[in-house]
């Protein structure tokens, strides 16, 4: 049984990893956030110490560090805002605990660098979800990429549209340099997941580039990929709008819809025991994900050729 501490307890994300950690057979002692709408930790580990002071947390930490008697914490999860990863993964590495940390792992490709350092120091290490790599669809589609190879590249697209309501602007997920935009709040996942089926990415150009959606054409060793993502309700096709549905999810390979709306629901623990396996995700594998949407936040929109285009830019 393994130690938990978790940071950003009052998050969207938190409840996933809560029960990921009781699911593997560990305990959670201690949680962090500066929000105290919390009540959540009392479904899975109700005797969870829980601080609104990063400093009294930071504290409890190092205090259960020094006393030496099996109740240190071997892992802290991270579901903070997107900025706060780097900070936390670091506190979490120098208190002798490895790190587990939500997507995207940092914001710019040079704090992966400083990571590797401070993994280099302390002998921790750095896991992240990247939970796409562990879906049954997903992984069979890079067994029939594999066995594929040759020949042209395979045309693909991309369409993830999220609605949100108008909190979302408000919040830090509004702010890109919380969150990171569009393309690394709700894509950077999908990114990694098209490095991973399709191999080194090549060309990265943006079309489109606002503060609710984003498109542009990617273009990978095995693969042409022209991707759209949107938080705005009114992009979700009229017919599934109208059906009430908010949400749109789309990824074809040559024309054919790869099936994997379903599937989610135990990936983080999944994710987990990987992890507690020894065969996480680490700071590397990150790395293309993380420059793809760096650069696309730093890219200014040019204008498609035609058949770069997505289909919901034409016109």
């Given at each position: ?91 979490a ?21 400083g ?17 796409l790599?562990?879906?049954p ?11 594929k ?72 060793e ?21 059906g ?64 770069d285009?997505?289909?919901?830019l034409?016109?």
């Amino acid at each position: 049984m393994k130690n938990f501490a978790l940071i950003g307890a009052a998050g969207y994300i938190a409840p996933r990893h809560m029960q990921a950690i009781k699911a593997t057979g560990n305990r959670l002692l201690a949680a962090f956030d500066p929000n105290d709408s919390v009540g959540v930790i009392d479904s899975h580990f109700p005797d969870a110490d829980f601080f609104t002071e990063f400093e009294r947390f930071d504290r409890h930490v190092d205090l259960r560090r020094r006393a030496g008697n099996g109740g240190q914490i071997d892992y802290v999860s991270i579901c903070s805002p997107n900025y706060l990863h780097d900070s936390h993964m670091r506190f979490a590495l120098r208190s002798g605990a490895h790190a587990i940390c939500e997507k995207p792992l940092v914001l710019n490709p040079w704090n992966i660098d400083g990571l590797l350092d401070i993994e280099r120091e302390t002998g921790k290490h750095v896991n992240t979800i990247l939970q796409l790599r562990l879906h049954p669809a997903i992984v069979a589609l890079r067994e029939r990429m594999q066995r594929k190879q040759g020949g042209g590249k395979h045309e693909v697209e991309l369409t993830y549209i999220t609605s949100r309501g108008h909190w979302y602007l408000q919040s830090w997920k509004g702010d890109p340099k919380k969150s990171g935009g569009i393309a690394t709040n709700i894509g950077v996942h999908f990114f990694d997941m098209l490095h991973y089926v399709f191999g080194a990415l090549q060309i990265n150009r943006v079309h489109l580039s606002t503060e609710t959606k984003a498109a542009g054409y990617l273009e990978y060793e095995h693969a042409r990929v022209r991707w759209f993502l949107s938080v705005d309700v009114e992009d979700v096709p009229a017919a599934q709008r109208e059906g009430g549905q908010r949400t749109y999810r789309s990824i074809t390979v040559d024309g054919a819809e790869i099936e994997f709306s379903g599937g989610f629901t135990d990936l983080h623990n999944r994710s987990y025991e990987e992890i507690l396996a020894g065969r996480g995700f680490g700071l590397e594998e990150n790395r293309t994900a993380i420059e793809t949407v760096a650069a696309i936040r730093s890219g200014k929109p040019v204008a498609s050729t035609g058949d770069d285009a997505h289909p919901f830019l034409k016109g």
